[in-house]
């Protein structure tokens, strides 16, 4: 008998089970991969979002903004911060303009400086209208594997992994094995997952959005080795230092969603087919705003689910979604949009 | 058939032709996919008021690569191919007008700009036009390539094949007035023609009078020749001033009646008067261009852009799986 049992091992689900075993609570974390942090929280952007990246949000900036120094004290041996990063604004087709963007970050009080003009030439002054140095690091998602997991183990929270939970039932779960384990609270951190475990709990479902991504990890030319760089704000790219292979991530807002789709009751999950890989568009699209891009090497592509709230796609916004069953008493599910978000948490935990 | 490496991206702006959207995807895909490995179809919407859009949004979830950008107007054909050129990304770019340029012959023009290492205009066998439209054109061609220093072609349309340097080169040109037939040979690179018969849908051919004013704006925002003919003319008017400044003071020395001369009064003064309302028309027209230039007011804007390759679970099941390791 445990106070609390948490399905799904990502990034939220340990920092979740931690907070409720530091709680004084007895907790048991199950993951179904043999690893914890091998899907969402591993194969992402790495980027601890410091607010920039929401010019159309300005609460989602905020938050972000706030939780920055949070989570960079926090976590700061797993931080990657030999690198700068740079914000360029688009000339066409982009929602916001550079002036727009200087007063948002103004706003939000995040630091903001125009690139020194070294940096500027590697931008195509036909495409970009103006680029910025901001302050906003990179995670290695195996280095927080490794913090979670100590910590973990130091707040004695029993983990258990390849243990697929099949469904919830009142006040516990059951095992893919069959086995049932008994807890009074459920938590449902299975991003990606969320609806598959509902609907096999015969718990009503949430409205959510999937894209299958694809994040090309690339070898960059030697001068942008210590460089990120994000073109906002619109179908544009991004090229972040991927800390945990030691590389680049290059991802398109065009082309990493290779295609998106809805919970429903038909189907739910991911589209699993092999296809061929974007990487030739994103290169060609990166290459005219950066032409120092130059030769870019690709050496593997990363495929991941990502799943956002229906609301937040209008205004970018990325709120965390806390939402207990209104069927299964005891079970909540949770999910958050970025990994900073876990702040937010402690205080939809005391509401409940 | 071996696919060609090349990427390439076609470019069509529509304007009401929701009927049109159909065959063309569908066409374009075909001849596309069969010789290239990697295509994208940027459709640029230019303010249509018939659903061309929604028409276009419904295919994008049949058909894959195709991209639609849509504009918050109207804003004319060359703006509108500049935001898909703008926004294109292929190592060619083809541009072409649906219904009258046939996709089919894309393959060739790319092969063409490739082994000379060209852009690759297409110059359309004329469909027969008024006497007067035809007479008006072949002089403007003759006015352009002899005294305005445009080398326009005549009968070349929106067909072309540019490569990823000539649309950089386009794309640094800021002017707000844009006529892609004559900023295409301005950015120099070499050039090849490619003629061609064009479908028999192709649309009516623009009026006499829109033609000549597509002209006016055509050689007021590419040359400025007419601003040093009229410069010209104000020398040479100020010569005949001076020379009848002269002439009625050798009047006044010589003959001591002077009571005629109205008539070259008012033949001087009607002469001036012309010659002054002349000046000042090309003059307002150049002063009018650099207004709108200095204003520096974005050339377009995109209202929303859409792509396919979305998936939704029951019309194309075989995607979806239902666990997710
Ligand atoms: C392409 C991409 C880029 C991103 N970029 C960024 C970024 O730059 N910065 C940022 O902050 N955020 C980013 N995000 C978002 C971020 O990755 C997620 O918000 C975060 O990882 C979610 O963590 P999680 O623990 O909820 O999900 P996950 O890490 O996916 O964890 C869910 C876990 O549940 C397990 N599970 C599923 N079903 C079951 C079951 N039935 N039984 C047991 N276990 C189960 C899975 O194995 C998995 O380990 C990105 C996401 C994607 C996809």
Known sequence: MYDAIVVGGGFFGCSLALMLARGGARVRLLERSSDLLTRASLNNQARVHHGYHYPRSVLTGLRSRVNYPRFTEDFSACIESGFRHYYAVAARQSHVTARQFETFCRRIESPLQRAPVAVRRWFNPALVEQVYEVEEVAFDALKLRAALQSRLQTAKVEVSLSAEVSRVVTAGVELATGELLLAPRVFNCTYSGLNQLLSR????????RHELAELCIVEVPPELKSAGVTVMCGPFFSLMPFPSLQAHSLSHVRYTPHCAWEDSAAATGVAAAPRPSRFEHMRMDALRYLPALGQLRHLQSIWETKTVLPSSEQNDSRPILFRPSAVLPGLVSVMGGKLDNVYDLPAELERL | MILSALFVSVVCRLRDQAALVEPLIAELSSVLGDHYENYEIVLVDDGSVDGTAAKIKELLSR?????????????????????????????????LTPGMDPPALIPEMIALAQRDNAAVHGLAARPSRPLLHRVGARLFHWACVRLLDLPLQPGATHFRVLSRQAVNAISEIKDNYRYLRALTPYIGYATRTFPYQPLPSTPKPESLL?????????????????LRFVSWLAVLASALNMAYIGYVFLVNVFKHSVAEGWTTLSVQNAGMFFLLFLILAVVTEYVGRILNETRERPLYYIAEEANSSVLIPGRDRRNVVTDSQ
């Open chain 2, 210 to 226: 829109e033609a000549v004013d597509t002209a006016i704006a055509l050689v007021v925002s590419n040359s400025s020749r007419p």
């Open chain 2, 63 to 95: 058909f894959e690569c195709v991209r639609l950008l849509r504009l918050s107007r109207k804003f004319g054909v060359d703006v509108a191919l500049t935001a898909g050129l703008e926004s294109a990304i292929g190592d060619y770019v083809v541009t």
């Open chain 1, 201 to 208: 709990s015969g718990a009503e479902p949430i409205a959510l």
